[in-house]
């Protein structure tokens, strides 16, 4: 095979988003749906196909020649390479199944066309910063799935406070993208080259003091993209979109990009020490603060956003303790779970006939299919890390790394790890038990769950469950697949006593156990939610909005205000009226000099010839003196 | 006998004021018309001694010309003024303000 067939696992969803886009509406509607399943379900087979690419160096494909002038030479490259297989590899998969599901979801919606042009457009932008080559492509991915997120979570645009969430997700993750945009020009201009694979192979020769400025102007684009502290606050409002976009976007795929793109640079970010722990800080405060907010939400889309957050945090945490493959390993893991807790939130949304806070549903086990509450129960124990789950042996390797690691601030990192760990299984809990224990609470009318929103949800849970499997630890007997599959990229290797390990382990066993039983204590029966300070602070995710309000926006009005009342209309508008008044009432006066009377005209002429004759005089006064 | 240069330039002067003068004061259009012909028969007397003085025919030429052009001027302007009569019933210049700004 040749390797620019590399090209058709991008190109497919592209292909079919354009012709949904261009003639969705005037095909028939089972086409265009089975179009844009078929398209990244194509695109997952080839990758299937194309595994062996990836081995070794991995395969590089030219499509064509973007940009060529001077030495500046950009091409339209992939990577397929060992980080970007699993990555493209299980984004296709999860899309092909969340797309099956958005297709049954979705199934009375009459704007079809642009949600399925928007789904498979944003999985070309997915893959494109998956296995771009370089720079340019990677932000041409990068920006193409910002603006699918924004359009997708402002879907439901008629509904403004849809529009303003995907306008607000739309602004605040293009304030991380332009720390990308100057990332990118400055690495062009010290190496010369955007290639992502050159630069890192001259990232040595870059001095330590741009190393750092450059790695951190990366992780503020990735924390833009991921949610990370300074730029979360998009997240939870994106929850007004689609539910199989929440799934897809917000969970699964494009939130975890930032990770992706610090594991792409890490040969360059990981020469830099404080910039490793600035990825770890920023990745351990996030999971703190989002995990704190999600004990406190009402909504179950808003209780997975936050988790989302915290959990995408642990990834950081990973990158930042030099851990690439415990970063990717619990990028994998948390995808599946994740997209089967969304998926299955969406069908307890129906459930509850619409319903969104958790506090009015309740008995939802006995209610609908029981197989929704397994499959919800399994998405749940991966998050909140009990044992032998998928979830469980990704955080564990993450903690580990952090604990192991040769720097003792890192230890405070793990702390904060193990302090997250416990939450994340307490409001994991609370979420289940406030959801599918008691009584049902609500007042909806439950819909229908149509078999195409249940089955897609089975092999994504096992995959969660069973995730483990791909990178199982050695000291309960694994082989460390993921590990030995990145070979040279995974980083720093974790190694310790087998005894540290088996008491991290208990350790983080002890604390899910912990998690589970303060949840069952406090939510086993249903209690009113408390209505404090405390609890109205988290559920405002600290009154981020409010500070951000505050900090920019406000200041940033007055500032716009400034200019339109104070510069604009008063000093620039006030000047040119001025002008223009000055010029009407000159004219006024000068107007009455027409009067329209030919004597007027025949005096002022008489009168202009005396003046002339006069002048004449002068001149002949003057040249007779001479 | 020749008259004195010096008399013609001062008698077309003053034919000339006595014309401006009329177009300046009165009101009626025709007689502004005529104080028009005076100004211009004081500008032909002028061409014509100046012809005279430096013997030279260019002038008594020019007047020729200024003949034919009057000629045609009142033609015109003629037909204007019975077109302002039928108009206002009236020829005082005064009354014809419709260009007023």
Same mark, same amino acid.
């Given at each position: 095979? $040749?390797?620019?067939?590399?090209?058709?696992?991008?190109?497919?969803?592209?292909?079919?988003?354009?012709?949904?886009?261009?003639?969705?509406?005037?095909?028939?509607?089972?086409?265009?749906?089975?179009?844009?399943?078929?398209?990244?379900?194509?695109?997952?087979?080839?990758?299937?196909?194309?595994?062996?690419?990836? !081995?070794?160096?991995?395969?590089? /494909?030219?499509?064509?020649?973007?940009? $060529?002038?001077?030495?500046?030479?950009?091409?339209?490259?992939? $990577?397929?390479?060992?980080?970007? #297989?699993?990555?493209?590899?299980?984004?296709?998969?999860?899309?092909?199944? *969340?797309?099956?599901?958005?297709?049954?979801?979705?199934?009375?919606?009459?704007?079809?066309?642009?949600?399925?042009?928007?789904?498979?457009?944003?999985?070309?932008?997915?893959?494109?910063? *998956?296995?771009?080559?370089? @720079?340019?492509?990677?932000?041409?991915?990068?920006?193409?799935?910002?603006?699918?997120?924004?359009?997708?979570?402002?879907?439901?645009?008629?509904?403004?406070?849809?529009?303003?969430?995907?306008?607000?997700?739309? =602004?605040?993750?293009?304030?991380?993208?332009?720390?990308?945009?100057?990332?990118?020009?400055?690495?062009?201009?010290?190496?010369?080259?955007?290639?992502?694979?050159?630069?890192?192979?001259? #990232?040595?020769?870059?001095?330590?003091?741009?190393?750092?400025?450059?790695?951190?102007?990366?992780?503020?684009?990735?924390?833009?993209?991921?949610?990370?502290?300074?730029?979360?606050?998009?997240?939870?409002?994106?929850?007004?979109?689609?539910?199989?976009?929440?799934?897809?976007?917000?969970?699964?795929?494009?939130?975890?990009?930032?990770?992706?793109?610090?594991?792409?640079?890490?040969?360059?970010?990981?020469?830099?020490?404080?910039?490793?722990?600035?990825?770890?800080?920023?990745?351990?405060?996030?999971?703190?603060?989002?995990?704190?907010?999600?004990?406190?939400?009402?909504?179950?889309?808003?209780?997975?956003?936050?988790?989302?957050?915290?959990?995408?945090?642990?990834?950081?945490?990973?990158?930042?303790?030099?851990?690439?493959?415990?970063?990717?390993?619990?990028?994998?893991?948390?995808?599946?779970?994740? /997209?089967?807790?969304?998926?299955?939130?969406?069908?307890?949304?129906?459930?509850?006939?619409?319903?969104?806070?958790?506090?009015?549903?309740?008995?939802? /086990?006995?209610?609908?299919?029981?197989?929704?509450?397994?499959?919800?129960?399994?998405?749940?124990?991966?998050?909140?890390?009990?044992?032998?789950?998928?979830?469980?042996?990704?955080?564990?390797?993450?903690? =580990?790394?952090?604990?192991?690691?040769?720097?003792?601030?890192?230890?405070?990192?793990?702390?904060?790890?193990?302090?997250?760990?416990?939450?994340?299984?307490?409001?994991?809990?609370?979420?289940?038990?406030?959801?599918?224990?008691?009584?049902?609470?609500?007042?909806?009318?439950?819909?229908?769950?149509?078999?195409?929103?249940?089955?897609?949800?089975?092999?994504?849970?096992?995959?969660?469950?069973?995730?483990? @499997?791909?990178?199982?630890?050695?000291?309960?007997?694994?082989?460390?697949?993921?590990?030995?599959?990145?070979?040279?990229?995974?980083?720093?290797?974790?190694?310790?006593?087998?005894?540290? !390990?088996?008491?991290?382990?208990?350790?983080?066993?002890?604390?899910?156990?912990?998690?589970?039983?303060?949840?069952?204590?406090?939510?086993?029966?249903?209690? /009113?939610?408390?209505?404090?300070?405390?609890?109205?602070?988290?559920?405002?995710?600290?009154?981020?909005?409010?500070?951000?309000?505050?900090?920019?926006?406000?200041?940033?009005?007055?500032?716009?205000?400034?200019?339109?009342?104070?510069?604009?209309?008063?000093?620039?508008?006030?000047?040119?009226?001025?002008?223009?008044?000055?010029?009407?009432?000159?004219?006024?006066?000068?107007?009455?000099?027409?009067?329209?009377?030919?004597?007027?005209?025949?005096?002022?002429?008489?009168?202009?010839?005396?003046?002339?004759?006069?002048?004449?005089?002068?001149?002949?006064?003057?040249?007779?003196?001479? | 006998? @020749?008259?004195?240069?010096?008399?013609?330039?001062?008698?077309?002067? +003053?034919?000339?004021?006595?014309?401006?003068?009329?177009?300046?004061?009165?009101? !009626?259009?025709?007689?502004?018309?005529?104080?028009?012909?005076?100004?211009?028969? +004081?500008?032909?007397?002028?061409?014509?001694?100046?012809?005279?003085?430096?013997?030279?025919?260019?002038?008594?030429?020019?007047?020729?010309?200024?003949?034919? *052009?009057?000629?045609?001027?009142? #033609?015109?302007?003629?037909?204007?003024?019975?077109?302002?009569?039928?108009?206002?019933?009236?020829?005082?210049?005064?009354?014809?303000?419709?260009?007023?700004?």
């Amino acid at each position: 095979m $040749n390797e620019s067939l590399l090209f058709l696992i991008l190109l497919l969803p592209l292909f079919c988003a354009v012709i949904n886009m261009l003639f969705g509406m005037r095909l028939p509607r089972l086409f265009a749906e089975v179009m844009a399943v078929t398209g990244v379900a194509a695109a997952f087979v080839l990758t299937i196909l194309f595994w062996g690419y990836a !081995e070794g160096e991995g395969t590089r /494909a030219v499509l064509f020649t973007w940009l $060529n002038s001077g030495s500046v030479d950009i091409s339209f490259a992939l $990577n397929f390479d060992r980080l970007a #297989a699993p990555m493209t590899l299980m984004v296709t998969g999860v899309a092909t199944l *969340i797309h099956l599901y958005a297709v049954s979801y979705m199934h009375k919606e009459d704007d079809y066309a642009r949600f399925f042009s928007l789904l498979n457009l944003f999985v070309f932008a997915m893959l494109a910063i *998956i296995l771009a080559d370089n @720079m340019l492509v990677l932000f041409l991915g990068w920006e193409g799935v910002g603006l699918c997120s924004y359009g997708l979570i402002g879907f439901w645009y008629r509904k403004l406070e849809n529009a303003k969430a995907g306008t607000k997700a739309f =602004l605040v993750t293009r304030v991380g993208d332009v720390f990308l945009g100057i990332a990118m020009l400055w690495l062009f201009a010290l190496t010369g080259t955007l290639s992502i694979s050159e630069i890192n192979a001259q #990232a040595t020769s870059i001095s330590s003091g741009a190393l750092l400025a450059l790695s951190l102007l990366l992780l503020l684009g990735a924390c833009g993209k991921s949610a990370q502290l300074p730029l979360m606050t998009w997240l939870a409002d994106a929850m007004a979109g689609p539910t199989p976009v929440s799934a897809l976007i917000h969970a699964a795929t494009m939130v975890t990009a930032g990770v992706y793109l610090l594991c792409r640079f890490f040969p360059l970010v990981s020469l830099s020490a404080v910039a490793m722990t600035a990825i770890t800080a920023i990745g351990a405060l996030t999971a703190i603060y989002a995990a704190t907010c999600a004990m406190a939400q009402r909504e179950i889309k808003r209780v997975l956003a936050y988790s989302t957050m915290s959990q995408v945090g642990y990834m950081f945490m990973a990158v930042g303790a030099g851990t690439v493959a415990g970063a990717m390993f619990h990028l994998l893991t948390h995808a599946f779970f994740k /997209a089967v807790l969304f998926m299955a939130a969406g069908c307890v949304i129906h459930l509850a006939g619409d319903e969104n806070d958790i506090f009015k549903m309740g008995g939802l /086990a006995r209610r609908g299919p029981v197989e929704l509450f397994w499959v919800f129960l399994a998405g749940a124990v991966c998050l909140a890390g009990l044992p032998l789950t998928g979830g469980f042996f990704s955080k564990d390797g993450i903690l =580990l790394a952090l604990f192991t690691h040769p720097d003792p601030t890192y230890k405070m990192f793990w702390l904060i790890g193990i302090v997250t760990a416990l939450l994340t299984a307490f409001y994991t809990f609370r979420l289940v038990y406030l959801v599918f224990a008691g009584e049902y609470r609500g007042t909806g009318q439950p819909h229908s769950l149509p078999l195409m929103m249940r089955w897609p949800l089975w092999p994504l849970a096992l995959l969660g469950l069973l995730g483990g @499997m791909f990178n199982l630890p050695a000291f309960v007997g694994g082989g460390e697949t993921l590990h030995h599959w990145y070979g040279d990229l995974a980083g720093r290797a974790v190694t310790t006593s087998h005894a540290v !390990e088996w008491m991290l382990v208990g350790l983080a066993v002890a604390i899910a156990a912990l998690g589970w039983f303060a949840a069952h204590h406090r939510y086993r029966n249903y209690q /009113a939610p408390l209505e404090n300070g405390v609890s109205r602070f988290l559920l405002s995710g600290w009154h981020a909005d409010a500070l951000v309000n505050f900090v920019f926006v406000r200041p940033f009005t007055a500032m716009a205000r400034f200019c339109s009342s104070g510069c604009d209309r008063s000093l620039f508008d006030g000047t040119i009226n001025g002008l223009a008044r000055l010029a009407t009432s000159w004219g006024g006066t000068l107007v009455q000099m027409a009067t329209g009377r030919l004597t007027t005209y025949l005096s002022a002429f008489a009168w202009g010839f005396l003046i002339l004759l006069g002048w004449f005089l002068l001149k002949l006064v003057n040249g007779g003196g001479h | 006998m @020749m008259v004195p240069f010096g008399h013609a330039i001062a008698f077309a002067g +003053a034919l000339f004021v006595l014309g401006l003068t009329c177009v300046l004061l009165r009101r !009626e259009i025709l007689m502004i018309l005529i104080g028009v012909e005076i100004m211009l028969n +004081a500008a032909s007397l002028v061409f014509v001694a100046a012809s005279a003085y430096w013997q030279q025919p260019d002038g008594q030429v020019f007047v020729i010309l200024l003949m034919a *052009i009057t000629a045609a001027e009142v #033609a015109v302007a003629l037909a204007m003024v019975v077109y302002l009569w039928r108009r206002k019933r009236t020829l005082v210049a005064d009354e014809f303000n419709g260009m007023r700004g």
